[in-house]
């Protein structure tokens, strides 16, 4: 069963940078999509960005774009969620997750069929 370490998590002041990692236990999991999730508190969990395994495309929600940047390192097998100037409203649990059946990215949740335990991001002065 495919397992994930997140980290990278913790607190930083408005306007600062933060990046979070995905490491999978599976060593194919260049063959799947790897995406990041969040819930904030009181909210229901979001779609953030995904990276698509046969091209290594990329899809982000509207909010994040120009700020955040997901990648791969295909040597280690480990995905990254660049995090910069960031906002009080950023402030959540940031999952991530893998779709097993397909090649594309997803905002489907239940399309991903494992989940990591999550890093918690807090944003505040």
């Known amino acids: 069963q495919v397992q994930f370490v997140e980290s990278g998590g913790g607190l930083v002041q408005p306007g600062g940078s933060l990046r979070l990692s995905c490491a999978p236990s599976?060593?194919?999991?260049?063959?799947?999509?790897i995406g990041w999730f969040r819930q904030a508190p009181g909210k229901e969990r979001e779609g953030v960005a995904c990276?698509?395994?046969?091209?290594?495309?990329?899809i982000y929600t509207d909010s994040v774009k120009g700020r955040f940047t997901i990648s791969r390192d295909n040597a280690q097998k480990t995905v990254y969620l660049q995090m910069n100037s960031l906002r009080s409203e950023n402030t959540a649990v940031y999952y991530c997750?893998?779709?097993?059946?397909?090649?594309?990215?997803?905002?489907?949740?239940?399309?991903?069929?494992?989940w990591g335990q999550g890093t918690r991001v807090t944003v505040s002065s």
């Open positions: 990276i698509s395994s046969y091209d290594g495309s990329t």
């Open positions: 997750a893998a779709v097993i059946l397909g090649i594309s990215c997803s905002w489907t949740q239940r399309r991903y069929d494992f």
């Open positions: 599976d060593f194919n999991a260049d063959h799947y999509p």
